[in-house]
T-cell receptor, first 115, second 111 residues
Framework: DTEVTQTPKHLVMGMTNKKSLKCEQH?????MYWYKQKAKKPPELMFV???????INESVPSRFSPECPNSSLLNLHLHALQPEDSALYLC??????????????FGPGTRLLVL | GNSVTQMEGPVTLSEEAFLTINCTYT??????LFWYVQYPGEGLQLLLK?????DKGSNKGFEATYRKETTSFHLEKGSVQVSDSAVYFC??????????FGSGTRLLVRP
């Protein structure tokens, strides 16, 4: 089973709202990722968690706050977003291999619209 | 730094035509190479992968061979179907957790 699930599928929020995106995997992967994808562009890496600790933050604005409560779950908390943050948010997971080269498995994404 | 270059799309083909989508890369060391597919309104799905030189990845009739001498990983399919219409991303990863994507190639297959 190579399934990563994400909820909600769609989200509309105002610029003053607080919302959260959720991601779950049961493949025993110890690395989890958040990506942002704008239309007609490849995904852009936002955050990487390895062994439930934040290991990479690609200079993402603080209005995006990731959280990894356990090895299966990854959240992205959203607060005071801007309309330009509207995008498809993708979660991914992978094993952690000593030499690198891990395969990342993606979820279906949450399509976010900020009004 | 590492990078991936894909042919510009869209690529428009008739059903049962032969498909090639070119992908070349620049990387230090020995990256793993991937093709991902994104159907309209969906997330990315792993299509195939190769982890070392001369490896051939294959899935659902698609194939790609890791060519270190030409730093290429071209995607091919002998006979495309309408259901293959999607965006295809070539990508590489090294030892840093980072997946480096090409710009994506949109494929449109007409009946």
């Amino acid at each position: 089973d190579t399934e990563v699930t994400q909820t909600p599928k769609h989200l509309v929020m105002g610029m003053t709202n607080k919302k959260s995106l959720k991601c779950e995997q049961h493949m025993g992967h110890r690395a989890m990722y958040w990506y942002k994808q704008k239309a007609k562009k490849p995904p852009e890496l936002m955050f990487v968690y390895s062994y439930e600790k934040l290991s990479i933050n690609e200079s993402v604005p603080s209005r995006f706050s990731p959280e990894c409560p356990n090895s299966s779950l990854l959240n992205l908390h959203l607060h005071a977003l801007q309309p330009e943050d509207s995008a498809l948010y993708l979660c991914a997971s992978s094993q952690i291999l000593a030499g690198g080269g891990e395969t990342q498995y993606f979820g279906p994404g949450t399509r976010l619209l900020v009004l | 730094g590492n990078s991936v270059t894909q042919m510009e799309g869209p690529v428009t083909l008739s059903e049962e035509a032969f498909l090639t989508i070119n992908c070349t890369y620049t990387a230090t060391g020995y990256p793993s190479l991937f093709w991902y597919v994104q159907y309209p309104g969906e997330g990315l799905q792993l299509l195939l992968k190769a982890t070392k030189a001369d490896d051939k990845g294959s899935n659902k009739g698609f194939e790609a061979t890791y060519r270190k001498e030409t730093t290429s990983f071209h995607l091919e399919k002998g006979s495309v179907q309408v259901s293959d219409s999607a965006v295809y991303f070539c990508a590489l990863t090294d030892s840093s957790y980072k997946l480096i994507f090409g710009s994506g190639t949109r494929l449109l297959v007409r009946p």
